[in-house]
């Protein structure tokens, strides 16, 4: 689970290399009319901004992508270890490979703190991170360490924040506020506004064509965290939201985690009706696709699942982990994605 321990949508107002309905420029925060702001991140940590930040550590991707998308990438001075290369979203994906990396080159499945020297040396005003090891891990340095030295962060609470989710996840609520907040610490709020009103109208919109439909039961296998035990997604994870707005039920739904191991022989008494297949985008379709075939290839050919709907059906859905799971803008496209997959009478 070392990768978890490490995340579509754009309005008119984001930068030229955003996405297909972006025209504007990328745009700095602004410090003129900046009204100071504090926000709560997922400990609940007051975090406070007389300016705007400027120097910007993010210690993992998942936080770091919700900058392109709100268009400050121009503060960012450091991250700890870059997404693979063709990860990020095209019009984003070079300027983050050529971001200063603190934590050495990106390993696959591995998350390597930050050492607190070279952090510090970065000089950042905000340090973000998407998970709790990113502040907790051992070699990391402390959200208190970071406030003893006078630099501010925060903890995103739509990637993998416990706190945030004492109930389960059945929208994207989570992703809208860490926007919101990000987008109040920057100064943009306009933007945040805007990408959530594109998000939320992606997903209204998935909601209305499903209506009535009904719900398959579905399987989230993760099959790059192993195929031995699998880890079962439960209804704290971000991608329980994603299978429910697109009109299907997780057989994990009543599962009370982000995750947990379970034995091969309780997935198939939930009896699946489609498998989820979700793998670590590799960086190019050829290769997602080959992984994604790999990954059928085993649920069709593993004994225990045979007597499934989803196998017997020939059932399958595909997604990539950094949209399904990660918690991000994405996420609404992994909702119509998901939603065309399961009900493609209803979803075009």
């Known amino acids: 689970?070392?990768?978890?321990?490490?995340?579509?949508?754009?309005?008119a107002a984001l930068t030229?290399?955003?996405?297909?309905?972006?025209?504007?420029?990328?745009?700095?925060?602004?410090?003129?009319?900046y009204t100071p702001a504090e926000i709560k991140d997922c400990t609940g940590r007051t975090v406070k901004f007389s300016t705007p930040p400027k120097r910007v550590v993010a210690l993992t991707d998942s936080v770091l992508e919700p900058l392109f998308w709100l268009g400050?990438?121009?503060?960012v001075v450091g991250i700890g270890s870059p997404p693979k290369p063709g990860v990020f979203p095209p019009q984003f994906d070079a300027a983050a490979q050529a971001l200063p990396k603190l934590a050495g080159a990106y390993t696959p499945g591995a998350y390597k703190p930050v050492p607190r020297e070279q952090l510090l040396a970065a000089q950042p005003d905000l340090v973000l991170g998407g998970f709790s090891s990113n502040f907790e891990?051992?070699?990391?340095?402390?959200?208190q360490e970071l406030a003893d030295a006078g630099v501010n962060s925060y903890l995103a609470l739509s990637t993998a924040c416990a706190a945030a989710t004492p109930a389960a996840r059945t929208d994207l609520e989570l992703i809208y506020q860490d926007l919101r907040n990000l987008g109040t610490a920057f100064g943009v709020a306009d933007r945040a506004n805007a990408l959530i009103e594109e998000m939320r109208g992606k997903v209204a919109n998935v909601g209305t064509a499903i209506a009535g439909a009904p719900r398959p039961k579905v399987f989230p296998f993760e099959f790059d965290e192993g195929t031995q035990t699998p880890y079962a997604p439960g209804n704290r994870q971000a991608v329980n939201a994603v299978v429910n707005l697109a009109g299907g039920q997780s057989i994990f739904a009543d599962l009370d985690k982000a995750y947990q191991k379970l034995s091969w022989e309780q997935i198939a008494q939930d009896g699946p009706e489609v498998v989820l297949l979700i793998i670590y985008d590799k960086g190019n379709q050829a290769a997602?696709?080959?992984?994604?075939?790999?990954?059928?290839?085993?649920?069709?050919?593993?004994?225990?699942?045979?007597?499934?709907?989803?196998?017997?059906?020939?059932?399958?859905?595909?997604?990539?982990?950094?949209?399904a799971s990660h918690g991000g803008v994405r996420s609404a496209d992994a909702?119509?994605?998901?939603?065309?997959?399961?009900?493609?009478?209803?979803?075009?």
């Open 288 to 323: 997602n696709d080959a992984a994604f075939a790999e990954a059928e290839k085993f649920v069709r050919g593993f004994p225990g699942l045979a007597g499934t709907p989803a196998v017997r059906d020939g059932r399958f859905a595909r997604l990539v982990y950094e949209q």
């Open 16 to 33: 030229a290399c955003g996405g297909p309905s972006g025209t504007a420029g990328p745009a700095a925060p602004q410090a003129a009319g």
């Open 137 to 143: 891990a051992q070699g990391a340095t402390s959200q």
């Open 72 to 75: 400050v990438q121009s503060t």
């Open 335 to 348: 909702v119509v994605s998901l939603a065309r997959q399961l009900h493609p009478d209803r979803v075009r």
């Open 1 to 11: 689970m070392t990768r978890k321990l490490t995340v579509l949508v754009l309005a």
